[in-house]
């Protein structure tokens, strides 16, 4: 469904009641830096207004670190329905506690913070269960529970497919709810492991979780982002005998292989499947797709999603189908967006194969838990950290993440309010200056 179509349909629907808007005050007379969501591979850094308090549960808060996800990806490519001109995008952010409504009881001026980035209540049933993404209370779109029968939370900078709140690609964010959907950061965590608590790390870790990873048993990962490598450390920390990661990017293979896992690059083994049986004579026990919908290798299925006869390709399901070892588990943590055509369903029954959708991760159930392996170094995010620039560069990083240029794994982006970089992180890099400093992880 394109854009257009999209936001015609939710206007005729009405959007969902919600109890926090997405409709931000601004304050007077002050502007910030922001990246905007124009069209198809256009996105822009613009002067915009600073949000204000707008509702007695938000914090304003000052950004000091944020980055771009590879989920971000869709919305860079019109993929996402709902998806509004002058959104601003971003769901990964952190900083400092600027100003505080009338009813925050947790926070005060000057606390450092991670947010999550899904927006909770805090108070449904899911909510009280720690599903924070699964809020039934905070998103507003309408087309989604048409579409899926009930919508996920709200998400910071997702498009009014996923609420319509403005996001953290900025240098000011404004935070609904925020006792729920903030969690402070002690002082011995800096900045660049901090970050990455909003959204890939809890989402990894779910990610093993949903696929069953245990001691001993052997875990296939599709796609080496952020997510996909991630996926991978946590399946080593949990004890599992092999681990194989497939991507064709060598910079993302070099570093799974550092990590100890036997890598397979799908450009130059195309029989994945035969690749893996080699390893794992009976199938593989876990499966992980962290690759996503939009990413075809064969033709059939370039031509069914370029001609809109598909939305998603179930290529790389399809695959783990058939590698995964009889009564073995598959999770889908990549993301999907609606319908796929020639599902390998046959195979999923014969080999009693469990398949979960991993959800979009309920970071907060986790963040606790993850915040003290950050602490007591046991998990270090900064892994995979490749690059740093400039909230100024966005566009240009967009651009150059796109098209997995210069090596970039997982950026830090900075902004007025940052620290200097920690002490074994990258350097500040410049699209612009032409001064892209060689990636430190992947050599
Ligand atoms: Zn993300
Ligand atoms: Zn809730």
């Given at each position: 469904m394109n854009t257009f179509v999209a936001n015609k349909a939710e206007e005729k629907l009405g959007d969902r009641p919600t109890?926090?808007?997405?409709?931000?005050?601004?304050?007077?007379?002050?502007?910030?830096?922001?990246l905007r969501w124009h069209g198809s591979r256009d996105v822009r850094v613009e002067e915009v207004p600073v949000p204000a308090i707008?509702?007695?549960?938000?914090?304003?808060?000052?950004?000091?670190?944020t980055t771009v996800c590879g989920s971000d990806l869709h919305l860079y490519h019109k993929e996402i329905m709902q998806l509004q001109k002058g959104e601003i995008l971003g769901h990964e952010w952190m900083g400092i506690v600027d100003e505080v409504g009338s009813e925050v009881k947790k926070f005060k001026k000057g606390d450092r913070v991670v947010a999550s980035f899904q927006i909770a209540c805090g108070e449904c049933s899911f909510c009280k269960e720690g599903l924070s993404s699964m809020c039934d209370?905070?998103?507003?779109?309408?087309?989604?529970?048409?579409?899926?029968?009930?919508?996920?939370?709200?998400l910071f900078g997702y498009s009014h497919f996923a609420g319509g709140f403005d996001g953290g690609q900025a240098e000011y964010v404004r935070c609904p709810i925020a006792d729920?959907?903030?969690?402070?950061?002690?002082?011995?965590?800096?900045?660049?492991?901090?970050l990455y608590l909003s959204d890939i790390v809890p989402t990894s870790y779910h990610a093993t979780i949903c696929a069953d990873v245990k001691d001993g048993k052997s875990v296939a990962v599709w796609g080496l982002g952020p997510v996909g490598l991630?996926?991978?450390?946590?399946?080593?920390?949990?004890?599992?005998?092999?681990?194989?990661?497939?991507?064709?990017?060598?910079?993302?293979?070099?570093?799974?292989?550092?990590m100890g896992c036997h890598v397979i690059n799908f450009d130059e083994q195309s029989d994945v499947v035969s690749q893996i049986y080699k390893l794992e004579p009976e199938g593989v026990d876990c499966c992980i797709d962290a690759a996503a919908f939009r990413y075809t290798k064969g033709l059939l299925h370039t031509v069914e999603?370029?001609?809109?006869?598909?939305?998603d390709s179930s290529e790389t399901p399809n695959e783990m189908l058939r590698a995964v070892r009889k009564f073995g588990t598959i999770s889908l943590v990549a993301d999907y967006a609606a319908m796929t055509n020639q599902f390998l369903i046959g195979a999923l029954m014969e080999k009693g194969v469990t398949m979960r959708g991993c959800g979009q991760a309920p970071v907060q159930k986790y963040w606790h838990e993850l915040l003290e392996?950050?602490?007591?170094?046991?998990?270090?995010?900064?892994?995979?950290?490749?690059?740093r620039f400039k909230v100024d560069e966005f566009s240009e990083l967009y651009d150059a993440f796109d098209k997995k240029e210069h090596g970039i794994i997982k950026t830090f982006v900075q902004t007025r309010f940052s620290k200097p970089p920690s002490k074994g992180t990258p350097q500040l890099s410049s699209f612009k200056a032409g001064d892209i400093k060689p990636s430190a992880v992947a050599t």
């Open positions: 109890v926090t808007t997405n409709k931000s005050k601004y304050r007077q007379n002050e502007t910030m830096l922001a707008t509702e007695p549960k938000d914090v304003i808060c000052k950004v000091t670190g209370r905070t998103n507003s779109s309408r087309l989604q529970e048409k579409l899926y029968g009930k919508p996920f939370a709200g729920v959907n903030l969690l402070k950061i002690p002082d011995s965590v800096p900045d660049e492991k901090a991630f996926s991978c450390k946590w399946s080593k920390l949990a004890g599992a005998r092999r681990v194989i990661a497939i991507d064709r990017v060598p910079a993302r293979l070099a570093l799974a292989k550092k999603r370029t001609m809109a006869l598909e939305t392996k950050i602490e007591s170094g046991e998990f270090d995010p900064t892994i995979i950290l490749s690059h």
